[in-house]
């Protein structure tokens, strides 16, 4: 559900929930003043692209990439073999777009209006969403930064050459900040956390997985829940992962939107990759593999959201208890009078 969709829903349910009040004799406002609590979920539990305004949000795409508005020109390369990007790709903002492999996007690509170069196999619809998008992103890359953490890993920092790292979570939203991520030889990073808990970990430094390292899930959260968001300016993202008789798997959404991003390997990644937006002063490139190249993204949206329907169920009960509550107290009950 979109953040505009969210308001109408909520816009329906207050007034719903006014008229009911006068109905039943409640103060009007101060019932209303209880709803304020419920803004758009994601910013009352969990943080969302959607909550930037963006027309098609940063987290719509298994690749999104570009400069920032007025930034610098860099280069989207997309080259090798098989279906590469199950989802949609943007490319926002004067970037240059080389590569052979166009066939391998299953949904659309969309291309902001001052991008130039082609994908051979794949026509390009072109589109402002991609340029909002990378707005948003930006903005939610900023915000996920600043959120006050919620625990630590040893060292502050994940550095793994074999065996297995576990990253337990507590219920609800969990924040880490590590300054590095680095996965090689046969190294596993696991989190485990239940259906319902999130996990943002904020990497100031560089993020790179090579050998035949893998990201995995246990306990029943998802990928949808798991977003690495990697805020050190030219730290660079790298995966180069995994062989042809190995191949690997990695969840959790990539957002680095200061760094060159590279791709490639024997890798399926569930989630979608985000960044490389160029600034004013600098240039970033997003490569993703080479002529041989099975890297392979699966997109899964980052943190879905909860229905309305949960929301109306939660007001509407809260109308139910206060009438309850009053009739049990008799008349207006203490300290309330008639709006």
Same mark, same amino acid.
């Given at each position: ?95 240059? @777009? ?6 391998? $996007? ?60 576990? @990253? ?22 696991? @989190? ?28 029943? $959260? ?99 208890? @206060? ?17």
């Amino acid at each position: 559900m979109t953040e505009r969709h969210f308001k109408a829903a909520t816009g329906a349910v207050r007034m719903a929930m006014a008229t009911r009040a006068a109905q039943i004799g409640l103060p009007a406002a101060a019932l209303l003043a209880g709803l304020a609590g419920f803004a758009h979920p994601a910013a009352a539990r969990f943080l969302s692209f959607g909550q930037y305004g963006d027309t098609q949000h940063g987290d719509s795409y298994g690749i999104l990439t570009g400069s920032q508005s007025g930034g610098t020109a860099g280069t989207f390369t997309f080259t090798g073999s098989g279906t590469k990007v199950t989802g949609d790709v943007g490319v926002g903002n004067n970037e240059a @777009i080389t590569g052979g492999a166009g066939g391998g $996007i299953s949904g659309t690509l969309y291309t902001s209006p001052s991008v130039t170069g082609s994908l051979t196999g794949k026509t390009a619809t072109s589109s402002s969403n991609p340029a909002t998008g990378i707005t948003s992103a930006t903005n939610f890359s900023i915000a996920a930064a600043a959120l006050a953490t919620t625990g630590t890993v040893p060292g502050n920092a994940i550095n793994k050459t074999s065996g297995t790292q576990t @990253i337990s979570l507590s219920a609800g939203q969990n924040v880490i900040n590590v300054s590095s991520l680095s996965l090689s030889g046969n190294s596993t990073l696991q @989190i485990s956390g239940t259906a319902g808990d999130r996990l943002i970990l904020n990497v100031s430094g560089g993020f790179s997985i090579t050998g035949t390292s893998a990201i995995t899930l246990t306990g029943g $959260i998802t990928a949808a829940d798991l977003l690495f968001n990697v805020t050190g300016s030219g730290a660079n993202v790298t995966i180069h992962n995994g062989t042809s008789t190995s191949k690997k798997t990695i969840a959790g959404t990539i957002l680095a939107p200061s760094d060159n991003i590279s791709l490639d390997g024997y890798t399926t990644l569930t989630g979608s990759v985000i960044g490389a937006f160029g600034t004013p002063s600098t240039a970033y490139t997003f490569t993703d593999g080479t002529s041989a190249n099975n890297f392979a993204i699966a997109y899964v949206a980052y943190a879905p959201e909860p229905s309305s329907l949960a929301v109306l169920g939660v007001a509407l009960g809260g109308l139910g208890f @206060i009438r309850r509550r009053r009739r049990g107290q008799g008349g207006n009950g203490a300290g309330m009078t008639p709006a």
